[in-house]
Protein backbone atom coordinates (compact mmCIF):
# COMPACT_ATOMS: atom_id res chain seq x y z
CA UNK A 1 0.00 0.00 0.00
CA UNK A 2 1.82 3.50 -1.15
CA UNK A 3 1.28 6.44 1.21
CA UNK A 4 2.32 10.14 0.42
CA UNK A 5 5.29 11.04 1.89
CA UNK A 6 7.11 14.22 2.79
CA UNK A 7 11.24 13.13 2.99
CA UNK A 8 13.14 16.56 4.94
CA UNK A 9 17.23 16.26 4.77
CA UNK A 10 18.88 15.00 1.51
CA UNK A 11 22.02 14.64 2.21
CA UNK A 12 24.50 11.95 1.16
CA UNK A 13 22.18 9.05 3.10
CA UNK A 14 18.47 10.98 2.63
CA UNK A 15 18.78 11.11 -1.49
CA UNK A 16 19.40 7.49 -2.35
CA UNK A 17 16.59 6.46 0.85
CA UNK A 18 14.20 8.92 -1.25
CA UNK A 19 15.13 7.10 -4.13
CA UNK A 20 14.25 3.45 -2.83
CA UNK A 21 10.76 5.28 -1.72
CA UNK A 22 10.34 5.80 -5.19
CA UNK A 23 11.12 2.43 -7.08
CA UNK A 24 8.58 1.15 -4.36
CA UNK A 25 5.64 2.92 -5.80
CA UNK A 26 5.50 5.90 -3.09
CA UNK A 27 4.58 9.18 -3.89
CA UNK A 28 7.46 11.94 -2.18
CA UNK A 29 7.70 15.41 -1.46
CA UNK A 30 10.81 16.99 -0.88
CA UNK A 31 12.69 19.45 1.18
CA UNK A 32 16.36 20.43 2.21
CA UNK A 33 18.23 23.77 2.91
CA UNK A 34 20.37 23.38 -0.33
CA UNK A 35 18.53 24.17 -3.53
CA UNK A 36 21.22 21.85 -5.64
CA UNK A 37 19.91 18.52 -3.25
CA UNK A 38 16.22 19.12 -4.61
CA UNK A 39 16.91 19.54 -7.89
CA UNK A 40 18.93 16.57 -7.32
CA UNK A 41 15.82 14.62 -5.52
CA UNK A 42 13.40 15.95 -8.47
CA UNK A 43 15.43 14.01 -11.03
CA UNK A 44 14.65 10.74 -9.56
CA UNK A 45 11.31 11.73 -9.61
CA UNK A 46 10.43 13.09 -6.25
CA UNK A 47 8.12 16.44 -5.98
CA UNK A 48 9.97 19.41 -4.83
CA UNK A 49 8.83 21.76 -1.66
CA UNK A 50 10.05 25.17 -1.51
CA UNK A 51 9.52 24.86 2.21
CA UNK A 52 9.32 22.18 4.98
CA UNK A 53 5.20 23.50 5.57
CA UNK A 54 4.89 22.96 1.71
CA UNK A 55 6.37 18.98 1.90
CA UNK A 56 4.42 17.99 4.90
CA UNK A 57 1.08 18.76 2.92
CA UNK A 58 -1.34 15.80 2.82
CA UNK A 59 1.37 13.66 3.82
CA UNK A 60 0.49 10.82 5.45
CA UNK A 61 4.03 9.87 6.64
CA UNK A 62 7.03 12.64 7.23
CA UNK A 63 10.64 11.28 7.20
CA UNK A 64 13.62 13.48 8.47
CA UNK A 65 17.57 12.56 8.14
CA UNK A 66 18.82 15.40 9.67
CA UNK A 67 22.37 15.84 11.45
CA UNK A 68 21.55 17.17 14.98
CA UNK A 69 19.27 17.38 17.99
CA UNK A 70 19.09 20.80 17.71
CA UNK A 71 18.19 20.90 13.72
CA UNK A 72 15.12 18.13 14.80
CA UNK A 73 13.72 20.32 17.63
CA UNK A 74 14.05 23.32 15.37
CA UNK A 75 12.05 21.69 13.11
CA UNK A 76 9.00 20.10 14.54
CA UNK A 77 8.73 21.80 18.36
CA UNK A 78 10.90 24.48 18.57
CA UNK A 79 11.39 26.86 16.08
CA UNK A 80 9.66 29.91 14.21
CA UNK A 81 7.03 27.83 12.88
CA UNK A 82 7.09 24.20 14.17
CA UNK A 83 6.18 21.50 11.77
CA UNK A 84 3.76 19.43 14.20
CA UNK A 85 1.38 22.21 13.98
CA UNK A 86 0.75 21.37 10.01
CA UNK A 87 0.76 17.70 10.57
CA UNK A 88 -2.87 16.27 10.82
CA UNK A 89 -3.44 14.10 13.53
CA UNK A 90 -2.52 10.65 12.73
CA UNK A 91 0.50 10.93 10.39
CA UNK A 92 3.18 9.29 11.28
CA UNK A 93 6.52 10.59 12.06
CA UNK A 94 9.81 8.66 11.29
CA UNK A 95 12.81 10.82 12.83
CA UNK A 96 16.03 8.70 11.20
CA UNK A 97 18.43 11.17 12.01
CA UNK A 98 20.90 10.26 14.70
CA UNK A 99 20.79 12.42 17.82
CA UNK A 100 20.66 12.76 21.72
CA UNK A 101 18.22 10.38 23.16
CA UNK A 102 16.57 13.35 25.61
CA UNK A 103 15.57 15.27 22.27
CA UNK A 104 14.12 12.17 20.99
CA UNK A 105 12.05 11.48 23.69
CA UNK A 106 11.20 14.94 24.14
CA UNK A 107 10.37 15.26 20.46
CA UNK A 108 7.97 11.88 20.77
CA UNK A 109 6.06 13.73 23.98
CA UNK A 110 5.17 16.62 21.74
CA UNK A 111 4.32 14.57 19.34
CA UNK A 112 1.88 13.03 21.14
CA UNK A 113 0.04 16.53 22.31
CA UNK A 114 -0.68 16.95 18.92
CA UNK A 115 -1.75 13.09 18.43
CA UNK A 116 0.52 12.08 16.30
CA UNK A 117 2.62 8.53 15.70
CA UNK A 118 6.34 9.37 16.48
CA UNK A 119 9.35 7.28 16.16
CA UNK A 120 13.10 7.74 16.69
CA UNK A 121 15.00 5.42 13.84
CA UNK A 122 18.67 6.23 13.02
CA UNK A 123 19.97 3.83 10.62
CA UNK A 124 23.00 1.35 10.25
CA UNK A 125 25.08 0.49 6.86
CA UNK A 126 26.03 3.89 5.23
CA UNK A 127 25.90 5.12 2.29
CA UNK A 128 26.64 1.88 0.61
CA UNK A 129 23.69 0.58 2.23
CA UNK A 130 21.10 3.38 1.53
CA UNK A 131 21.65 2.96 -2.27
CA UNK A 132 21.18 -1.24 -1.47
CA UNK A 133 17.94 -0.96 0.75
CA UNK A 134 20.16 -2.59 2.66
CA UNK A 135 19.94 -0.38 5.75
CA UNK A 136 19.43 -1.34 9.55
CA UNK A 137 16.92 0.53 11.38
CA UNK A 138 17.06 0.83 14.66
CA UNK A 139 13.91 2.01 16.35
CA UNK A 140 12.49 3.85 19.12
CA UNK A 141 8.85 4.07 19.85
CA UNK A 142 5.66 1.66 21.23
CA UNK A 143 4.67 -1.72 19.71
CA UNK A 144 2.03 -0.19 17.80
CA UNK A 145 4.26 2.48 16.08
CA UNK A 146 6.75 -0.01 15.59
CA UNK A 147 4.42 -1.96 13.40
CA UNK A 148 3.18 1.04 11.67
CA UNK A 149 6.47 2.14 10.73
CA UNK A 150 8.13 -1.05 9.67
CA UNK A 151 6.43 -1.18 6.41
CA UNK A 152 7.74 2.04 5.17
CA UNK A 153 11.27 1.82 6.70
CA UNK A 154 11.47 -2.30 4.77
CA UNK A 155 11.09 -0.38 1.53
CA UNK A 156 14.71 1.47 2.54
CA UNK A 157 16.20 -1.51 4.56
CA UNK A 158 16.71 -4.74 5.13
CA UNK A 159 16.31 -5.37 9.30
CA UNK A 160 14.08 -3.46 10.97
CA UNK A 161 14.47 -3.65 14.84
CA UNK A 162 12.22 -2.42 17.53
CA UNK A 163 14.73 -1.08 20.52
CA UNK A 164 12.32 0.01 22.65
CA UNK A 165 10.57 2.93 24.11
CA UNK A 166 10.94 6.19 22.49
CA UNK A 167 14.91 7.17 23.00
CA UNK A 168 16.03 3.30 22.71
CA UNK A 169 16.49 4.00 18.95
CA UNK A 170 19.22 6.62 19.35
CA UNK A 171 21.12 4.74 22.41
CA UNK A 172 21.52 1.56 20.69
CA UNK A 173 23.27 3.86 17.66
CA UNK A 174 25.17 5.81 19.79
CA UNK A 175 26.97 2.07 21.31
CA UNK A 176 26.78 0.82 17.50
CA UNK A 177 28.63 3.82 16.61
CA UNK A 178 31.06 4.07 19.22
CA UNK A 179 31.96 0.22 18.75
CA UNK A 180 32.24 1.50 14.71
CA UNK A 181 34.55 4.22 15.59
CA UNK A 182 36.58 1.11 17.71
CA UNK A 183 36.54 -1.14 14.76
CA UNK A 184 37.59 1.67 12.67
CA UNK A 185 40.25 2.79 14.52
CA UNK A 186 41.86 -0.67 15.25
CA UNK A 187 41.47 -2.00 11.70
CA UNK A 188 43.69 0.97 10.12
CA UNK A 189 46.37 0.73 12.83
CA UNK A 190 46.42 -2.87 11.86
CA UNK A 191 46.32 -2.61 8.50
CA UNK A 192 48.97 0.05 8.49
CA UNK A 193 51.49 -1.94 10.16
CA UNK A 194 51.35 -4.51 8.25
CA UNK A 195 51.57 -2.47 5.20
CA UNK A 196 55.19 -0.61 6.76
CA UNK A 197 56.40 -4.37 7.22
CA UNK A 198 55.88 -5.30 3.87
CA UNK A 199 52.52 -7.04 3.64
CA UNK A 200 49.99 -6.59 1.02
CA UNK A 201 46.93 -4.77 2.39
CA UNK A 202 44.54 -6.96 0.25
CA UNK A 203 46.13 -10.03 1.35
CA UNK A 204 46.60 -9.32 5.30
CA UNK A 205 42.92 -7.90 4.34
CA UNK A 206 41.82 -11.65 3.29
CA UNK A 207 44.05 -13.24 6.16
CA UNK A 208 42.47 -11.10 8.70
CA UNK A 209 39.26 -11.65 7.41
CA UNK A 210 39.15 -15.25 7.69
CA UNK A 211 40.89 -15.10 10.99
CA UNK A 212 39.60 -14.20 14.78
CA UNK A 213 40.07 -10.53 13.93
CA UNK A 214 37.28 -10.17 11.02
CA UNK A 215 34.98 -7.59 11.48
CA UNK A 216 32.52 -5.22 9.77
CA UNK A 217 35.10 -2.93 8.41
CA UNK A 218 36.97 -5.94 6.89
CA UNK A 219 33.92 -7.02 5.42
CA UNK A 220 32.34 -4.06 4.00
CA UNK A 221 34.98 -0.87 4.50
CA UNK A 222 38.03 -0.99 3.79
CA UNK A 223 39.84 1.89 4.49
CA UNK A 224 42.76 0.97 2.60
CA UNK A 225 42.15 2.24 -1.52
CA UNK A 226 42.42 -0.08 -4.40
CA UNK A 227 41.15 -3.21 -2.03
CA UNK A 228 37.80 -2.88 -1.82
CA UNK A 229 35.78 -1.38 -4.81
CA UNK A 230 32.77 1.17 -4.59
CA UNK A 231 34.02 2.27 -0.89
CA UNK A 232 34.53 5.92 -0.08
CA UNK A 233 38.61 4.80 0.11
CA UNK A 234 38.16 4.08 -3.35
CA UNK A 235 37.04 7.21 -4.32
CA UNK A 236 39.39 9.54 -2.02
CA UNK A 237 37.50 9.19 0.72
CA UNK A 238 34.50 11.45 -0.83
CA UNK A 239 31.15 10.72 -0.13
CA UNK A 240 30.39 8.29 3.01
CA UNK A 241 30.03 8.89 6.70
CA UNK A 242 31.53 12.20 7.33
CA UNK A 243 34.58 12.42 9.95
CA UNK A 244 32.78 15.68 12.05
CA UNK A 245 29.46 12.93 11.81
CA UNK A 246 31.39 10.58 13.53
CA UNK A 247 32.87 13.38 16.19
CA UNK A 248 29.42 14.23 17.14
CA UNK A 249 28.36 10.57 17.00
CA UNK A 250 31.20 9.89 19.48
CA UNK A 251 30.39 13.07 21.64
CA UNK A 252 26.70 11.08 22.12
CA UNK A 253 28.48 8.22 23.37
CA UNK A 254 30.42 10.02 25.55
CA UNK A 255 27.52 11.95 27.06
CA UNK A 256 25.56 8.50 27.73
CA UNK A 257 28.75 7.20 29.36
CA UNK A 258 28.85 9.95 31.78
CA UNK A 259 24.91 10.17 32.28
CA UNK A 260 24.71 6.01 32.95
CA UNK A 261 28.54 5.88 34.71
CA UNK A 262 29.52 3.52 32.45
CA UNK A 263 33.52 3.23 31.33
CA UNK A 264 34.45 4.16 28.06
CA UNK A 265 37.94 4.37 27.87
CA UNK A 266 38.14 2.35 24.31
CA UNK A 267 35.71 4.98 22.99
CA UNK A 268 37.30 7.99 24.74
CA UNK A 269 40.45 6.62 22.78
CA UNK A 270 38.56 6.48 19.60
CA UNK A 271 36.65 10.03 19.64
CA UNK A 272 40.54 11.27 20.50
CA UNK A 273 41.80 9.90 17.32
CA UNK A 274 38.94 11.01 15.22
CA UNK A 275 38.65 14.46 17.01
CA UNK A 276 42.71 14.91 15.52
CA UNK A 277 41.79 13.96 12.25
CA UNK A 278 38.84 16.41 12.15
CA UNK A 279 41.41 19.44 13.17
CA UNK A 280 43.83 18.75 11.00
CA UNK A 281 41.48 19.33 8.23
CA UNK A 282 39.51 16.19 7.37
CA UNK A 283 36.02 16.79 8.66
CA UNK A 284 34.16 16.46 5.23
CA UNK A 285 36.09 12.78 4.34
CA UNK A 286 34.74 9.97 4.87
CA UNK A 287 35.67 8.14 8.38
CA UNK A 288 37.40 5.62 7.12
CA UNK A 289 40.27 8.44 5.64
CA UNK A 290 41.04 7.54 9.70
CA UNK A 291 43.75 5.30 8.11
CA UNK A 292 45.82 8.44 6.49
CA UNK A 293 46.35 9.65 10.22
CA UNK A 294 48.41 6.37 10.89
CA UNK A 295 50.33 6.48 7.76
CA UNK A 296 54.40 7.56 7.26
CA UNK A 297 54.19 11.62 6.20
Not at 5 to 30: C, D, W
Not at 178 to 193: R, S
Amino acid sequence: MTANIAFIGLGNMGQPMVANLIKAGHPVRVYDLQPEAIDRAAKLGAMAAKSAVEAVQQAGVVITMLQTGHQVDSLYVGGADPLFRHLAAGTLVIDCSTIDAATARATAAQAMTHGLDFVDAPVSGGVVGAEAGTLTFIVGGSAAQFSRAQPVLSQMGQKILHAGEHGAGQIAKACNNMLLAVQMAGTCEALNMGINNGLDPRVLSEIMGQSSGNNWVLERYNPVPGVMDKVPAAQGYSGGFKVKLMCKDLDLAMDLGKISGSPVPMGAAAKALFNLHQVAGHEDLDFSSLLTLFQKK
